[in-house]
Structures are given as structure tokens and as C-alpha cells.
């Protein structure tokens, strides 16, 4: 979605005095490009694309989800090799405030551009009905990696303490070890808990099945889950910690809350008594993710001497 909408504002950022950009088919022998973008997934990939920039003559950019490794996370390798691309990026993005004072705080900055920017909705197909619109019980979905930072044991808490009822569903999707909290989960009425990796494909229609997602964090720097919710217009009871607060603090379907198991159960329970409304016009989530490119492109001027 970023590189769909960087593609038309970078065209004449970066090509070289031309009004009209060519095809590399068409360039001149020798021409030399003024920046590298390089989209990639994958710890080998990411270093591909590292050594590569440098050996270019071009400056790249880090964008960084996590400053620094949350509970349960298992691939440390991952966090060494963050840091060595920080080392020789000429800047970093940070998708969060929270995620930005954590970097500058870890001394990994130094003299290097910090540039501040904000996860944008992100859809996985049409937007599907509205909250409720099939009548039946509140459906709520915790979807993600199913790790300890994501507050599985507040989760179980708040269930337990709402009760055995027939008008609350809960569907828990995601990957992650098996663990005490899952089977605590399991064992609840009316909790359904899928330890797998959820394709793409299948997204859209977990997020049709839902009414509501559930973020019981006890950590977060931002949350690519709530990008999700924002776009499909789910509802959204989410613990107020690390970055969330900036990320969903102007979301009308959204509801924060300390991460305590008495005050989330309120939380849910308020999606039954007191609806969220969403107010204002329909966005389309492309548009945020427009307007992150026009952010970017003018935030790299300084990096091309422009």
C-alpha cells in the first residue's frame, strides 16, 4: 500500500531534471538513481537490501515497528539485525511517539535523521457490514500473534469476570506457543481459541465475522491489528499502553482503557450497553497511506540535498 502510493509523488522527487520521468529502458548509460526504496520481507531479504543501498550510493531508510523486543517474542536474531541496519541508514521512521523516544533512548540514533510518522488503516477487501448487523450475540475477535505482551491471562481475566453469557461470542485467531493462558481461554463457555497462522485470504472474512476487536496489551509500541480494525469500521476495546493511546485516541469506534482486567470487562460490557457511533463521513483508508507517501517524500528532501 506504501509503495502504491509513494510511486506517483517519488516519480518526480527523484528522477533527475525531468519533468516527464522515463523508463529505465530509456535512461542514459550510467544513470544513477538519488535514493533506494527497498521493500522486502524476511531477515535475509532485509540485509539484501542493506548492503545493497550502500554499494548503490544511495541513502536508505529504516522504518521501525518495534524499538526494542517485546515479551515472548522469538526471533532475537531479528532485533541484532534492526540495529545494524540502523547503523547505516542515513534515517529511521518510527510509527509511533512511544516507539520514537524509545530509539532515542537506546543511543542507537546518533546524528541520524528521526522521522515521525503514524500507521495508517489498512483494508483487507470491501468494508463488510456494520457492528451487529447480523443480529445475533456480540462477536468479539483477538487476532494476532498469541504471545505474552498481548495480555491472553487480562483476557481470560475480563471474560471470567463478565460471566458465562449467551449474548457475548469470542473467537481467538492468531499463532503463537502453546500456553497456560491459551487453555485457560479454551476452557471458558463460548470461547473459541484457532492457534494457526491466518493467510491473508482469510482476514477479510474474520473481520466480517466480527463486531468488535479486543487489544488486552500489557505492552505495545503500535498495532498493525488496529490499522485493520480502523479500516473495516469494527469496534475496537483496547488497553491504553505504549502506543496505542496516539494511535486510536481520535477513533470514534475505538474504547481505551487500563490494562486491569475490572476496567476491560467494563470496557466489553459497554459495546452492549452503549454502542460506539461512527461518526463522519466514510474515509477510504488509501488516502492515509497517501498521505504518509506526501509525508515521507517531503521529510527526504533534506537526505537528497533538495
Not at 509511533?96 to 483487507?124: D, K, N, T, W, Y
Request: some cysteine; charged content about 25%.
Amino acid at each position: 500500500a506504501l509503495a502504491a502510493a509513494l510511486h506517483v509523488d517519488l516519480r518526480a522527487l527523484l528522477e533527475e531534471a525531468t519533468e516527464q520521468p522515463c523508463p529505465p529502458s530509456e535512461r542514459e548509460p550510467g544513470y544513477r538513481g538519488r535514493i533506494a526504496l527497498i521493500g522486502l520481507r524476511g531477515a535475509g531479504k532485509s540485509t539484501l537490501g542493506r548492503l545493497l543501498a550502500p554499494r548503490l550510493g544511495v541513502p536508505f531508510l529504516v522504518m521501525v515497528h518495534d524499538a526494542s523486543s517485546h515479551p515472548g517474542d522469538w526471533l532475537p536474531a531479528q532485533r541484532t539485525l534492526q540495529r545494524l541496519q540502523i547503523r547505516q541508514a542515513a534515517g529511521v521512521i518510527a510509527l509511533s511517539e512511544h516507539v520514537a523516544a524509545q530509539l532515542r533512548e537506546s543511543g542507537q540514533m546518533g546524528a541520524r535523521r528521526l522521522i515521525l510518522a503514524s500507521h495508517p488503516p489498512f483494508a483487507f477487501g470491501p468494508r463488510p457490514k456494520p457492528p451487529r448487523a447480523h443480529g445475533g450475540p456480540l462477536r468479539l475477535l483477538f487476532f494476532g500473534r498469541l504471545l505474552p505482551y498481548k495480555g491472553l491471562d487480562l483476557f481470560a481475566d475480563a471474560l471470567r469476570r463478565l460471566g458465562p453469557r449467551e449474548d457475548i461470542e469470542v473467537r481467538i485467531a492468531g499463532l503463537g506457543p502453546e500456553s497456560h493462558e491459551l487453555s485457560a481461554l479454551r476452557a471458558l463457555p463460548g470461547v473459541v481459541v484457532e492457534n494457526r497462522w491466518v493467510p491473508e485470504d482469510e482476514v477479510a472474512g474474520l473481520l466480517a465475522w466480527s463486531d468488535a476487536l479486543v487489544l488486552s496489551h500489557l505492552e505495545a509500541s503500535q498495532s498493525g491489528v488496529a490499522a485493520v480494525a480502523v479500516a473495516a469500521r469494527r469496534w475496537l476495546v483496547a488497553t491504553d499502553v505504549g502506543g496505542l493511546r496516539e494511535q486510536l485516541r481520535d477513533e470514534p469506534l475505538a474504547r481505551l482503557c487500563p490494562p486491569d482486567a475490572v476496567r476491560l470487562a467494563a470496557a466489553i460490557e459497554s459495546l452492549i450497553t452503549a454502542p460506539p457511533q461512527d461518526t463522519g463521513p466514510p474515509r477510504d483508508p488509501r488516502q492515509g497511506w497517501t498521505d504518509l507517501a506526501c509525508d515521507l517524500v517531503a521529510d527526504m528532501r533534506p537526505l537528497l540535498g533538495r
